[in-house]
């Protein structure tokens, strides 16, 4: 089994707790010995890794790990702390809210491949977007022919001239905003430079009001 490690944490004396998302959901993985500066599983076990390991009992939420392989250690993102802040975004996301989906495996691809992302501050923000759906809060972003305003967050999308609804965001920003809902990552322009910080508080807001959830990682 593979999967990315969100979250980690000092378990007893020398042991760490590896917390997990993986095609079948999140699993707990103790890593024996993990926080002693000669033991593999310290290097492996950190936040922000995607490892292969052994499991035999699936049904099982905690387990020990055994045979782990690093699959990607994301050295290029961990090298700059704003690119981490942005694939941490993505982790935050699965922390918080992974939990009763019907497909995990369609999800852990849908993180595996915004982590790919050349611009990681971009697929971020596609990823938080995106996700809304599986998550039973996606955006009505499909006009329905009348003049379109701009996207309210009370209303859950698009508002149109004779709605009583206020708009968070204008046409123009409205059209950014389906961009990064719908299109492919590796899709996006750089015309989304001047509007990133109005999406981001958008998304911030969006979470706040819909799914009662600061993202610490966009405030």
Same mark, same amino acid.
Request: proline content about 2%; hydrophobic content about 40%.
């Given at each position: 089994?593979?999967?990315?490690?969100?979250?980690?944490?000092?378990?007893?004396?020398?042991?760490?707790?590896?917390?997990?998302?993986?095609?079948?959901?999140k699993?707990?993985?103790?890593?024996?010995?993990?926080?002693?500066?000669?033991?593999?599983?310290?290097v492996?076990?950190?936040?922000?890794?995607?490892?292969?390991?052994?499991?035999?009992?699936?049904?099982?939420?905690?387990?020990?790990?055994?045979?782990p392989v690093?699959?990607?250690?994301?050295?290029?993102?961990?090298?700059?702390?704003?690119?981490?802040?942005?694939?941490?975004?993505?982790?935050?996301?699965?922390d918080?809210?992974?939990?009763?989906?019907?497909?995990?495996?369609?999800?852990?691809?849908?993180?595996?491949?915004?982590?790919?992302? =050349? !611009? &990681?501050?971009i697929?971020?923000?596609?990823?938080?977007?995106? $996700?809304l #759906?599986?998550?039973? /809060?996606? +955006?009505?972003?499909?006009?329905?022919?009348?003049?379109?305003?701009?996207?309210?967050?009370?209303?859950?999308?698009?508002?149109?001239?004779?709605?009583?609804?206020?708009?968070?965001?204008?046409?123009?920003?409205?059209i950014?905003?389906?961009?990064?809902?719908?299109?492919?990552?590796?899709?996006?322009? =750089? !015309? &989304?430079?001047?509007?990133?910080?109005?999406?981001?508080r958008? $998304?911030? #807001?969006?979470?706040? /009001?819909? +799914?009662?959830?600061?993202?610490?990682?966009?405030?």
């Open positions: 089994m593979e999967g990315i490690i969100y979250k980690i944490q000092p378990y007893l004396e020398s042991s760490r707790l590896l917390f997990v998302y993986t095609p079948q959901g699993m707990t993985l103790l890593a024996k010995g993990a926080q002693k500066l000669n033991q593999k599983s310290r492996i076990g950190q936040f922000l890794t995607r490892i292969s390991f052994d499991v035999t009992m699936l049904n099982k939420t905690f387990v020990t790990l055994k045979n690093v699959l990607d250690d994301y050295a290029r993102i961990k090298d700059d702390f704003q690119t981490t802040k942005y694939a941490a975004l993505i982790l935050e996301i699965v918080k809210f992974m939990i009763e989906i019907e497909s995990h495996e369609t999800i852990y691809q849908e993180v595996v491949l915004a982590l790919s992302q =050349n !611009d &990681l501050k697929a971020s923000l596609a990823f938080s977007l995106k $996700i #759906k599986p998550l039973g /809060y996606e +955006l009505n972003l499909t006009a329905n022919g009348n003049l379109v305003k701009g996207v309210s967050i009370a209303k859950g999308g698009l508002v149109y001239e004779n709605d009583g609804y206020s708009i968070d965001l204008d046409t123009k920003d409205a950014l905003l389906l961009k990064l809902t719908y299109l492919p990552y590796n899709e996006h322009s =750089n !015309d &989304l430079d001047e509007s990133i910080q109005r999406i981001e958008f $998304i911030q #807001k969006y979470y706040e /009001y819909h +799914l009662h959830t600061t993202l610490k990682n966009l405030s």
